[in-house]
């Protein structure tokens, strides 16, 4: 169920700023997030509720009819609130497992609900290769996996996709040759590998292989070392701390797009702590 009246509070904030910046930084939330938020609401309610022009921000008409029905809104959530407390907070540990490029990109935005939620539950945060994240996850050993989508989930599996991002041909920046001939840096297994062998038997042939190292950071390493081109997710190239050394290299058709999902084992829905982070994820 989408938390409404977060998205209130966030408006309300809003108005008094007219600062998608300062709300932004004061409500804890990034600026994608904010302006989703916005977004949503005007297209639920089918006006603009913010104008965005050179002077700043200022509400529309409609914004200031909708501010009056959410400061109602929310006192009316309060009154009710005051006289049915909130029963006993969440309490316990929750293991949730992901690359290195997901906790910096994606778990910020996404765990922050469920943080802010429930303060009382530890979060356990696991870190390694893509390719292990759903076998971690089957194993038991995390509860939660941030991890690609395979088009065939396993049947223990559920997922919910939070993002979709390019898969991507790199190559060292000052090589002299476009890249796509080869010599390529590939994972040694794993969706990106399976998606690069499915693109190369597009082209009409397997691909000359010199590396195939463990870890997308590991690639990106040896492709700016100028050991070959590489095909890894563009999420994982715009977080990588060697990106400046690194090119797209343009190529037609482009590797199919890659979903990137929250993943539990469906039995765990029934679990308090997963059930309560799935819910909160459902509008992410």
Do not use: K
């Not at 600026?31 to 022009?53: I, K, M, N, S, Y």
């Not at 759903?134 to 050993?141: C, P, Q, Y």
């Not at 563009?234 to 990137?260: N, T």
């Amino acid at each position: 169920m989408r938390d409404d009246h977060r998205e209130l509070r966030l408006f309300l904030h809003l108005t008094q700023s007219l600062n998608f910046g300062r709300t932004s930084l004061e409500c804890h939330v990034s600026p994608a997030t904010l302006t989703r938020t916005v977004q949503r609401l005007e297209a639920d309610l089918g006006h603009r509720l913010f104008d965005r022009g050179p002077r700043g921000v200022s509400l529309t008409a409609e914004g200031h009819r909708f501010r009056d029905y959410a400061v109602r809104a929310m006192e009316l959530w309060q009154a009710y609130r005051d006289e049915h407390p909130d029963p006993a907070e969440l309490v316990g540990r929750l293991t949730v497992f992901a690359t290195v490029t997901a906790c910096q990109a994606l778990l910020p935005d996404l765990l922050a609900p469920f943080r802010a939620a429930h303060p009382q539950v530890r979060l356990d945060l696991r870190t390694g290769d893509a390719a292990s994240a759903l076998a971690r996850l089957d194993e038991g050993e995390a509860d939660v996996a941030v991890a690609g989508i395979p088009a065939r989930l396993p049947e223990p599996l559920v997922s919910r996709t939070v993002t979709v991002t390019d898969l991507v041909l790199v190559t060292a920046r000052d090589r002299p040759d476009p890249g796509l001939d080869g010599p390529f840096v590939l994972p040694h297994r794993g969706l990106v590998r399976e998606a690069a062998d499915r693109w190369f038997r597009a082209r009409g042939g397997p691909a000359d292989i010199a590396c195939e190292p463990e870890g997308h950071e590991a690639l990106l390493a040896l492709v700016a070392l100028g050991c070959g081109t590489g095909v890894v997710p563009r999420l994982v190239l715009d977080h990588s701390a060697v990106r400046d050394r690194l090119a797209v290299v343009p190529a037609a058709p482009a590797p199919e797009r890659f979903p990137i999902g929250l993943c539990v084992r469906r039995p765990d829905l029934r679990q308090t702590l997963v059930a309560a982070l799935w819910s909160l994820t459902a509008q992410w």
